[in-house]
């Protein structure tokens, strides 16, 4: 669980052992069912990451768009309430900028939400040259996005890079020399499901320790 979840558990845990002291236990369930919630949502499972000339998803969710877009191919994926919300670097590479934009909050699955809707771009280029952007992006419940990295930070493709909370949209950006995998309505896992792959030797898949990364480098809110 991130450190995230444990805070709204324990919040809810306390406010439960408040209301039964004042009311009663049973009073105190609805409390106790949304710590447990909250526990879950938060999850943050370790992935099998595949090793190779891959672009890898960097959320958990539903493929909603791959569309030509300015030179490169937009992929979206639409998280809804009930997937992982830990956000993944899809390549290695330096993040060479995270720029943070204002915005609506209109429901993540629209495609208008790439344009209108808060959210944080993140720009990583890898040692070849490459670069690939990807959003966090808000919805209409999911309205925090959280960093957990900065600019100049190296990053290895499949670390944690930030989270949404509540229901959100993720887009990634790849160039033409990208060979893209997915189609909409593909199901992704965050860190280990393929977007795309580049030409080269494929590796076999490696169970690789994703460990967890020093959290709050900035919020937005």
């Not at 909409?184 to 494929?202: D, I, T, W, Y």
């Amino acid at each position: 669980m991130v450190r995230d979840g444990i805070y709204y558990a324990l919040g809810f845990l306390v406010a439960g052992v408040l209301v039964s002291a004042l009311l009663s236990p049973l009073a105190a369930v609805p409390f106790v069912i949304l710590a447990a919630f909250c526990g879950w949502f938060f999850r943050d499972p370790e992935r099998l990451l595949p090793a190779g000339p891959f672009a890898l998803s960097p959320a958990d969710g539903r493929v909603v768009a791959v569309v030509p877009e300015n030179g490169r191919t937009r992929i979206s994926i639409f998280l809804n309430i009930f997937n992982v919300h830990v956000n993944r670097a899809p390549i290695s590479g330096i993040i060479t900028n995270i720029e943070y934009k204002k915005g609506e909050f209109l429901v993540a699955s629209r495609p208008e939400a790439t344009e209108r809707n808060e959210q944080n771009v993140f720009t990583i280029r890898a040692n070849d040259g490459t670069t690939v952007v990807f959003s966090q992006i808000t919805g209409l419940i999911a309205r925090r996005i959280v960093c957990y990295k900065k600019t100049g930070d190296f990053v290895q493709a499949g670390d944690r890079v930030g989270l949404i909370k509540f229901g959100s949209r993720v887009d990634v950006y790849l160039g033409p020399e990208w060979h893209i995998q997915v189609k909409p309505g593909m199901k992704v896992s965050g860190g280990s499901s393929v977007l795309a792959q580049r030409a080269g030797e494929v590796v076999l898949t490696e169970l690789v320790s994703s460990l967890p990364l020093k959290e709050a480098a900035w919020q937005t809110s």
